[in-house]
Structures are given as structure tokens and as C-alpha cells.
């Protein structure tokens, strides 16, 4: 079986544009993304070793609510 190679975004893209859901699976994907990124804003905090840094992680959660909220 071969495996297809994507980047994520060709797959976000592929996903937006060719599910089975159509449009809903638009609302799914950004809906996802906006509970993931406000409980990343809430999240605890964690190990400075680690390999993000915690803030640069909070600063996309931070990015992506916005672009969310101000489409």
C-alpha cells in the first residue's frame, strides 16, 4: 500500500475543501482549534526543558483566537 506524503497544509486544506461533512467539517476544524488553544491558555505550567517552550506555544494559542475571533 502506498502512503501519501502531505505537508499539514495540504491536508488542512484537503480536509476543508474534500470532506464527506462539507461545510461542517469546516466548523469542526476551526472549533477544534479554538478549544485547543483556549485550553492551552489555561493549561498548567510546564517543564522549562522542554522541547517548545511554553510560551511560544501560549503565544500561538494566542494568535489563533484572535485570527478565530476577528474573521
Not at 469546516?26 to 517543564?47: G, N
Request: glycine share 2%; with cysteine; net charge positive.
Amino acid at each position: 500500500m502506498r502512503i501519501k506524503t502531505q505537508t499539514n497544509v495540504q491536508l488542512v486544506k484537503h480536509m476543508m475543501e474534500h470532506s464527506s461533512q462539507g461545510a461542517l467539517m469546516q466548523a469542526f476544524i476551526i472549533e477544534a482549534i479554538r478549544k485547543y488553544a483556549e485550553l492551552t491558555s489555561k493549561a498548567p505550567d510546564w517543564d522549562k526543558e522542554a522541547f517548545i517552550s511554553q510560551d511560544a506555544w501560549r503565544a500561538c494559542a494566542k494568535e489563533a483566537m484572535a485570527a478565530i475571533d476577528n474573521r
